[in-house]
Nanobody, 116 residues
Framework: QVQLVESGGGLVQPGGSLRLSCAASGSIGRIYAMGWYRQAPGKQRELVAIITSGSRTNYADSVKGRFTISRDNIKNTVYLQMNSLKPEDTAVYYC??????????WGQGTQVTVSS
């Protein structure tokens, strides 16, 4: 059984920072790409950032220069460092892990709220 456990969400003021973590455990096998998505109320889930097994990264235009994705392959963990947060970054953030060509796992989501 595979489990993804997310942590690090919370309430932060505009301009502040948060660091999200997502740790994969269980019989997940080899991990390929790892990524973060978010879903704001009334909106579709969107890609925030992705990192391949070779550590290539890709970001949504809205977060470039502010967010940084990284991974620890020993710990099977992906991180999202979020700086200069804006109210429009408020959403539930989900991690997604690819294990195999067509096997994907999702985390349970963690709430990020940016408000003064």
């Amino acid at each position: 059984q595979v489990q993804l456990v997310e942590s690090g969400g919370g309430l932060v003021q505009p301009g502040g920072s948060l660091r999200l973590s997502c740790a994969a455990s269980g019989s997940i096998g080899r991990i390929y790409a790892m990524g973060w998505y978010r879903q704001a109320p009334g909106k579709q889930r969107e890609l925030v950032a992705i990192i391949t097994s070779g550590s290539r990264t890709n970001y949504a235009d809205s977060v470039k220069g502010r967010f940084t994705i990284s991974r620890d392959n020993i710990k099977n963990t992906v991180y999202l460092q979020m700086n200069s947060l804006k109210p429009e970054d408020t959403a539930v953030y989900y991690c997604k892990v690819q294990s195999g060509a067509t096997i994907y796992y999702w985390g349970q989501g963690t709430q990020v709220t940016v408000s003064s």
